[in-house]
Nanobody, 121 residues
Framework: QVQLVESGGGLVQAGGSLRLSCAASGDIGMINTMRWHRQAPGKDHALVASVTRSGRSTYADSVKGRFTISRDNAKNTVSLQMDSLKPEDTGTYYC???????????????WGQGTQVTVSS
């Protein structure tokens, strides 16, 4: 139906930057909210940032002022610019999207397989 593919993870030193990207493809009618979640070692899945179709964004308190989420509606992509990275930002980052399928009026939630981000101290 819909596939989300993340890219851009890696290993970076504290204070550095990474940019994550996510591309959605498949039976897409329209994408509403897109989001990034993070699962740190030993912790639950947690919202990092989200952005609505109109561009309104929200952030977890822990990343405000350091991360910026953006999207391209024409390309069905979402990005996460991560600056001033800290060791506690380490985790697997998942892209999610609320998608109205091309053949259905309902919205479904899809997730990518995740990309690893490791921040060394």
């Amino acid at each position: 139906q819909v596939q989300l593919v993340e890219s851009g993870g890696g290993l970076v030193q504290a204070g550095g930057s990474l940019r994550l990207s996510c591309a959605a493809s498949g039976d897409i009618g329209m994408i509403n909210t897109m989001r990034w979640h993070r699962q740190a070692p030993g912790k639950d899945h947690a919202l990092v940032a989200s952005v609505t179709r109109s561009g309104r964004s929200t952030y977890a308190d822990s990343v405000k002022g350091r991360f910026t989420i953006s999207r391209d509606n024409a390309k069905n992509t979402v990005s996460l610019q991560m600056d001033s990275l800290k060791p506690e930002d380490t985790g697997t980052y998942y892209c999610g999207a609320d998608v109205i399928l091309s053949y259905d009026d309902r919205a479904y939630n899809f997730w990518g397989q995740g990309t690893q981000v490791t921040v060394s101290s």
